[in-house]
């Protein structure tokens, strides 16, 4: 187990090393940027980012805790890593660009899982979100955002996801899409009308999403 105080300069070495990255990002120099990524993550967390297509989300679920702040302060800080390496690749067109973006986005999910309450704000899961695709992911990822974004009571974001899990999904996703929507129309039905209007699902709307959600798991299941 990582003692908490070299867990504390490991985070403080990655948060100085975040500066510097997007300081070249606002100065237009995106191949510094990527060399300051790509240093931190062997230096400071110890992965390679020229092999990271060959890590899978369990690789880097072995190596971290969300019990404590400190354990969730070092997952988030290579989540950021993670989002930047994918987004400067992306504006360099590369083909490697998808899955550090999909292991920031699981990382952040879990770290927000493991919080002891509902997140004030979607702005990190939003900004790594927006780069994928339902098809990008995994089951368990579309299954946490749906979860997520209705913990936070955006709940016109979490349908959108459900359907687009839904649209995406294979026949094998059938079981946990379906536990998916049970949970999630369930809560809706419980809430107030205000919470409902707040998360921009209208009650009336609520009815025919969970109609049409239906006639997309019976067509997946006779798939």
């Known amino acids: 187990m990582m003692h908490q105080d070299v867990l504390m300069r490991q985070v403080q070495q990655a948060a100085q090393a975040i500066a510097q990255l997007l300081m070249h990002r606002r100065n237009g120099q995106p191949d510094e940027a990527l060399a300051v990524a790509q240093e931190a993550l062997h230096l400071h967390f110890d ?23 400190a354990h969730a302060d070092r997952a988030r800080t290579l989540s950021d890593l993670l989002l930047h390496l994918g987004e400067l690749r992306r504006v360099q067109d590369r083909g490697d660009a998808l899955h550090p973006l999909r ?4 990382l952040e999910l879990d770290r927000a899982a493991h919080a002891r309450r509902p997140l004030r704000s979607t702005d ?6 927006r780069h994928l695709t339902a098809e990008a992911l995994s089951t368990a990822t579309r299954r946490l955002l749906v979860e997520q974004y209705t913990r936070a009571g955006q709940f016109a974001e979490a349908e959108t996801w459900l359907f687009r899990w839904a649209k995406a999904a294979p026949p094998s996703d059938a079981p946990a899409l379906a536990a998916a929507g ?10 107030p009308d205000a919470a409902l ?8 709307e609520v009815a ?11 067509r997946l299941q006779a798939a």
């Open 124 to 129: 990190r899961i939003d900004r790594r979100a």
């Open 197 to 204: 209007a707040a998360g921009d699902l209208p009650r009336a």
């Open 103 to 106: 292991l920031a986005l699981r």
């Open 208 to 218: 025919e999403g969970a109609e049409a959600f239906g006639a997309h798991l019976n």
């Open 182 to 191: 049970e949970a999630f129309y369930a809560h809706l039905r419980a809430q």
């Open 47 to 69: 992965l390679r980012a020229d092999a990271l297509h060959t890590y899978t989300y369990g690789h880097l679920a072995e190596r971290f805790r969300f019990d404590t702040d």
